[in-house]
């Protein structure tokens, strides 16, 4: 049998270096180069995915012997996968089964299977980032990016902050207490870890393996064996995610259905029943917070972490680039149409304007300047899909049309036309300018290619107004624009207080939206957008349990 740990040993070790350094680092390339993957890698991975679609997707598994599976590209073909489905009696006696092996376990040898089906899941990334495109919509570069070199991050950013946390307790000590002159009280006391139970990982349609790698190897190596419910409509990046799994756990001696993945559909879901069996001790959740709330109120005994909605705000005061802020928030609301949960979708901008390097801009022109900045981004139809992507569901497409009555069109969507992708649902972002007072329209999320420019008295009742939103809506990202130190400094105290990382002045190439695995803590778990933090110590301590044997020590 392998040594997994061994073999990845100094990835670990590297890894558990940048979760304290928080510093840039990754060992999975997060270009789509041959040089980098292979020569052969992009037509392989092209390859594999294809062979996928319109055919049986067997894991092997235990199966109640009905295959479903209806999964259209959002690029305008069906997918034609199917996928075995299995009743929730089989699911759970399966994965109780193999847990008791996988959790008795040494950590290291855990921790090695969890590093190689990373790496394997990293030379996969092609094949991966073509089932994330055309499940998710995001566009190849972004699918290649988000959904394989940086879900591989932050998986493997997970691993590191669970075996700092295991390494942590000692497998047995000799505890002496001193009693003055008479000899010391002695006890041979040994610790063991104990998992939660099976682990359950809800995963979403727009980021599927993004959002659900972190939850997935931090249950894993803490000795939980996972089942895996993905989005009935982006099934197959995390069906491969586990077809990879289960082989890895065989290979190292296990039973692969240590891993296993639950499929189900929107006419009958078994997200609910799954959630409340006694036997499920975990549950990671990403989606919207009618679901989340169900769980919250349902499922509380269970160890639950869960990332939510968000009303995401940008506060401009002033600028010193006004072309670099335009266009710096043109691609943040372009950026796979608006489908991000760290989006911006308020922009809060004095109603008597700013001042910039350009002279005072009014709030007209301030709109003035954003919608042109969008114009010139989306203008070439190459670029546009390279940056929009696709719309995950029609259901989004709709909320874009029924909001343009929420306010005054400042820059209209339109429906992207583009030959290499006939029947695809791509559309430019809505942009709208609204009152402060109009806080029905912008105040509530709304998700997709939606954004408002909101007219506050002056910046400090747009922070106001932002920080308030994140505090009872929720928001993972805020940003805030401003030559003024002073107000800068407010910002970072209005937004801490309000539980949302905050972004100082971007005109550049990096977004509000991004976030980097072993940098940026993703979501802090201190608003209404989620009650997780990715990553933390406390996503990964509460998989566990330490329980101790005393026993008085042997002379």
């Known amino acids: 049998m392998a040594d997994f740990f061994a073999a990845h040993r100094e990835t670990l070790d590297r890894a558990l270096q940048a979760i304290s350094a928080r510093g840039y680092w990754s060992p999975y390339p997060e270009v789509p180069s041959g040089k980098l993957y292979g020569e052969t890698a992009k037509a392989d991975g092209e390859a594999a995915f294809k062979a996928a ?39 759970i006696e399966a994965s109780e089964a193999a847990r008791t092996d996988w959790a008795a376990a040494p950590v290291e040898t855990r921790v090695g299977v969890a590093l190689e089906v990373l790496q394997r899941l990293n030379a996969r990334s092609f094949e991966i980032a073509n089932a994330v495109m055309h499940t998710s919509g995001q566009a ?41 002159k008479n ?46 419910k993905p989005h009935p409509a982006a099934i197959l990046p995390l069906a491969l995610t586990v077809r990879i799994a289960r082989k890895v756990l065989s290979e190292a001696g296990f039973d692969p259905n240590t891993v296993l993945l639950a499929v ?3 006419d009958a879901p078994i997200a609910k029943t799954l959630a409340l069996r006694p036997e499920v001790g975990v549950i990671d959740y990403t989606g919207g917070p009618a679901f989340g709330r169900w769980l919250e109120e349902q499922a509380g005994d269970k160890q639950l972490f869960t990332e939510q909605a968000g009303v995401n705000s940008v506060v401009i005061d002033s600028t010193d680039n006004f072309k670099g802020l335009c266009g710096n928030l043109a691609f943040s609301l372009s950026l796979y149409s608006g489908q991000m949960c760290t989006a911006p979708q308020c922009i809060f901008v004095p109603a008597e304007g700013i001042e910039t390097d350009q002279g ?31 719309i995950q569901n029609e259901t989004t497409l ?19 036309e583009h ?21 029905e329209a912008y105040g509530e999320e709304r998700f997709g290619p939606i954004a408002f420019v909101v007219a506050v008295e002056d910046a400090a009742e747009g922070l106001s107004r932002a920080a308030a939103l994140a505090k009872t809506k929720g928001a993972i990202t805020a940003g805030v624009h401003s030559t003024d130190a002073a107000f800068l400094a407010r910002a970072e105290e209005a937004f801490a207080a309000a539980g949302v990382s905050l972004s100082e002045n971007l005109t550049g190439q990096i977004l509000v939206n991004q976030s980097a695995a072993f940098s940026d803590y993703h979501v802090s ?31």
């Open 53 to 91: 679609l319109d055919s049986k997707f067997d894991l092997h598994q235990p199966s109640d012997g009905r295959w479903i599976g209806d999964e259209v590209s959002p690029y305008g073909f069906a997918l034609g996968a199917t996928y075995a489905t299995a009743s929730v009696d089989q699911l």
């Open 398 to 416: 709709q909320r874009v049309e029924e909001s343009t009555d929420l306010g005054t069109v400042v820059h209209a969507s339109a429906r992207l």
């Open 525 to 555: 778990g201190a608003n209404p957008a989620g009650n997780a933090c990715l990553t933390d110590a406390a996503f990964v301590a509460g998989r566990f349990r330490v329980v101790a044997v005393r026993r008085p020590h042997a002379a």
């Open 140 to 180: 190849f570069l972004m699918a290649f990016q988000a959904g394989g070199a940086h879900a591989q991050d932050r998986g493997l950013e997970a691993v590191a902050y669970a075996y700092e946390e295991l390494r942590k307790i000692p497998g047995a000590v000799l505890w002496e207490k001193p009693q003055g």
């Open 264 to 266: 189900d559909s929107a």
């Open 183 to 228: 000899p010391p009280l002695q006890l041979d006391k040994t610790f063991r870890i104990v998992a939660r139970g099976v682990a359950l990982v809800i995963g979403c349609s727009t980021f599927p393996t993004w959002n659900s790698y972190p939850g997935f190897f931090a249950s894993l190596v803490t000795g939980n064996s996972v089942i895996v």
């Open 419 to 439: 030959p290499q992708f006939e029947g695809a649902r791509m559309a430019t972002p809505l942009l709208l300018k609204v009152e402060a007072a109009q806080s």
């Open 360 to 390: 005072h801009k009014s709030f007209d022109e301030v709109c003035e300047g954003l919608s042109t900045a969008l114009a010139k981004l989306l203008g070439d139809a190459d670029r546009a899909a390279a940056v929009l992507g696709a």
